[in-house]
């Protein structure tokens, strides 16, 4: 992925950003990410891998972001499959489910081997859901936000049956990825990483509808 | 290209992907000598009434109908037919334990019937197909049944080895995803909509029963040699779904 071709004649810039979906399998993580995209599935226009590749556009103080989001298998025989997906990601959201125990210790591996492989400059959103059936909470607020505060990620709370707090998760993420491709960019500026080539990055378009990252770019990691 | 032949080595396989690489810049560069309009690598066509702009590595996923210039779609289906052969050969080489453990897998799990090897793969119980066509003619699909299930889904899959350009197996391996989904469909409820849980172990089913013979090195020249641009799109997650297949079938216990 490459910080490529920023600036222009306009001043208007589009990250592009890959988001991928971690969560045990009945955690809800699927009906988060359709809660968030809904819209898309209004019109005719459905991709092949429907609900596990979702894309969304928005328009962040005045920057354009485009979100591809990559839903991954949960199962617990998938594990080892992890790496592949997401490799080059620049977010990751792992959910897990208030009313399970297990599920948030998933989260918890997780977390571990996302911050071995890809190291502090993946943005971790860590997310509670089915807030609705508060009344069988099995993790206590307090061990998940302390837990989240020490790991360098984020927690929030969603239900998506309720559509509660997901707008808010996916802004806030925006705007974490965007600092740190901010804080590359201003790196490459200062040419102390240039020659540096790294697995991730973020791609910065100037002017475009659509951008997909490639190629090698600084790193800070 | 002379790197198969006597002494031919898989240490060969990087040298000869730069090389292919190498023609690819090259006679991009002989092209926009020619059609000096053409933009750089990545960058768009700009429609004529609009403003050229500058930027590199763009997506031609791109909605608007924005046309993206890529010198490996433009140049791959003229070069790579020619070097394909020495080229998979090396790949083949560069596999080659990967792939005996992959081979030793397929054959055991494709002693399995289909419903046997369905819920051994975790699939779940809705998507077992019930009926197959014989020669037209439909019947039910039983406990003994094999190779009966999803068939134009690993028709389509293994159509895969006859292709030569990474845009071309691409095509194959999205094809495949829209052939399993036509054969889920009549399934389900109309308001159905994949997710990976579901999707990943019906695909890996596909997979199987497609005995793909040198699948691992289909999927590194796919993955050295595919457009940089559509990595990350749906492409990217599709191709990202095949290769994880690859790699659980190696690792899958057996039954």
Redesign the interface.
């Given at each position: 992925?490459?910080a490529?071709?920023a600036g222009?004649?306009s001043g208007g810039k589009t990250y592009?950003f890959?988001v991928v979906l971690l969560g045990e399998?009945c955690v809800g993580?699927?009906s988060l990410v359709?809660r968030y995209c809904e819209n898309k599935?209004n019109d005719k226009h459905?991709?092949?891998?429907?609900?596990?590749?979702l894309t969304k556009k928005l328009n962040i103080t005045g920057k354009r972001v485009n979100l591809?989001i990559?839903?991954?298998?949960?199962?617990e025989?998938?594990h080892?499959?992890g790496p592949?997906?997401y490799r080059?990601s620049n977010g990751a959201i792992l959910v897990y489910d208030i009313t399970d125990e297990d599920s948030f210790q998933k989260v918890k591996n997780w977390v571990k081997e996302l911050r071995k492989m890809l190291g502090n400059e993946i943005c971790l959103c860590i997310v509670g859901n089915k807030i609705d059936l508060d009344k069988d909470r099995h993790v206590s607020v307090e061990e998940a936000e302390s837990y989240a505060e020490s790991v360098g990620a984020k927690h929030y709370h969603t239900s998506a049956k309720l559509n509660k707090g997901i707008e808010e998760l996916f802004l806030d993420l925006c705007k974490r990825m965007m600092e740190t491709a901010q804080a590359e960019e201003r790196l490459k500026g200062n040419g102390a990483s240039q020659s540096a080539s790294s697995r991730r990055g973020v791609?910065i378009?100037?002017?475009?509808?659509?951008?997909?990252?490639?190629?090698g770019c600084c790193s800070s990691g | 290209m002379t790197y198969v032949g006597v002494g031919s080595n898989r240490r060969l396989l990087r040298q000869a992907v730069q090389e292919v690489q190498a023609y690819l810049t090259h006679y991009y560069s002989i092209v926009r000598f020619l059609f000096p309009g053409l933009p750089d690598d990545?960058g768009?066509i700009p429609d004529p009434p609009t403003?050229p702009?500058?930027?590199?590595?763009?997506?031609n996923?791109?909605?608007?109908g924005?046309v993206v210039v890529s010198c490996s779609s433009l140049l791959l289906p003229l070069l790579l037919p020619r070097l394909y052969p020495p080229l998979f050969t090396l790949y083949c080489l560069q596999e080659e334990q990967e792939e005996a453990q992959y081979w030793e897998r397929i054959l055991r799990l494709n002693k399995q019937p289909d419903q046997a090897l369905l819920s051994f793969l975790?699939v779940q119980e809705k998507f077992w197909p019930v009926w197959m066509s014989i020669l037209g003619e439909k019947k039910q699909i039983v406990s003994s049944s094999k190779d009966a299930c999803f068939v134009s889904a690993v028709e389509t899959l293994q159509q895969i080895s006859t292709t030569f350009t990474p845009s071309d197996k691409l095509l194959v391996i999205?094809k495949t995803?829209?052939e399993l989904?036509q054969e889920v469909k009549p399934m389900l409820d109309s308001d159905f909509?994949?997710?990976?849980?579901d999707?990943?172990?019906l695909f890996l089913y596909v997979v199987l029963r497609a005995r793909i013979r040198n699948l691992g090195a289909e999927v590194s020249l796919i993955e050295d040699l595919m457009d940089?641009?559509?990595?990350?799109?749906?492409m990217?997650?599709?191709f990202?779904t095949l290769?994880?297949c690859y790699?659980?079938i190696q690792?899958e216990s057996t039954m």
């Amino acid at each position: 992925m490459a910080a490529g071709g920023a600036g222009g004649n306009s001043g208007g810039k589009t990250y592009s950003f890959k988001v991928v979906l971690l969560g045990e399998g009945c955690v809800g993580k699927t009906s988060l990410v359709l809660r968030y995209c809904e819209n898309k599935f209004n019109d005719k226009h459905i991709t092949t891998l429907q609900a596990s590749f979702l894309t969304k556009k928005l328009n962040i103080t005045g920057k354009r972001v485009n979100l591809a989001i990559w839903d991954t298998a949960g199962q617990e025989r998938f594990h080892a499959l992890g790496p592949i997906y997401y490799r080059d990601s620049n977010g990751a959201i792992l959910v897990y489910d208030i009313t399970d125990e297990d599920s948030f210790q998933k989260v918890k591996n997780w977390v571990k081997e996302l911050r071995k492989m890809l190291g502090n400059e993946i943005c971790l959103c860590i997310v509670g859901n089915k807030i609705d059936l508060d009344k069988d909470r099995h993790v206590s607020v307090e061990e998940a936000e302390s837990y989240a505060e020490s790991v360098g990620a984020k927690h929030y709370h969603t239900s998506a049956k309720l559509n509660k707090g997901i707008e808010e998760l996916f802004l806030d993420l925006c705007k974490r990825m965007m600092e740190t491709a901010q804080a590359e960019e201003r790196l490459k500026g200062n040419g102390a990483s240039q020659s540096a080539s790294s697995r991730r990055g973020v791609q910065i378009v100037d002017d475009e509808p659509q951008a997909t990252p490639a190629g090698g770019c600084c790193s800070s990691g | 290209m002379t790197y198969v032949g006597v002494g031919s080595n898989r240490r060969l396989l990087r040298q000869a992907v730069q090389e292919v690489q190498a023609y690819l810049t090259h006679y991009y560069s002989i092209v926009r000598f020619l059609f000096p309009g053409l933009p750089d690598d990545g960058g768009i066509i700009p429609d004529p009434p609009t403003s050229p702009s500058k930027s590199r590595h763009n997506s031609n996923t791109a909605e608007q109908g924005v046309v993206v210039v890529s010198c490996s779609s433009l140049l791959l289906p003229l070069l790579l037919p020619r070097l394909y052969p020495p080229l998979f050969t090396l790949y083949c080489l560069q596999e080659e334990q990967e792939e005996a453990q992959y081979w030793e897998r397929i054959l055991r799990l494709n002693k399995q019937p289909d419903q046997a090897l369905l819920s051994f793969l975790g699939v779940q119980e809705k998507f077992w197909p019930v009926w197959m066509s014989i020669l037209g003619e439909k019947k039910q699909i039983v406990s003994s049944s094999k190779d009966a299930c999803f068939v134009s889904a690993v028709e389509t899959l293994q159509q895969i080895s006859t292709t030569f350009t990474p845009s071309d197996k691409l095509l194959v391996i999205q094809k495949t995803f829209e052939e399993l989904t036509q054969e889920v469909k009549p399934m389900l409820d109309s308001d159905f909509l994949w997710c990976m849980d579901d999707l990943l172990p019906l695909f890996l089913y596909v997979v199987l029963r497609a005995r793909i013979r040198n699948l691992g090195a289909e999927v590194s020249l796919i993955e050295d040699l595919m457009d940089p641009n559509v990595q990350y799109g749906e492409m990217g997650l599709m191709f990202t779904t095949l290769k994880a297949c690859y790699i659980q079938i190696q690792h899958e216990s057996t039954m």
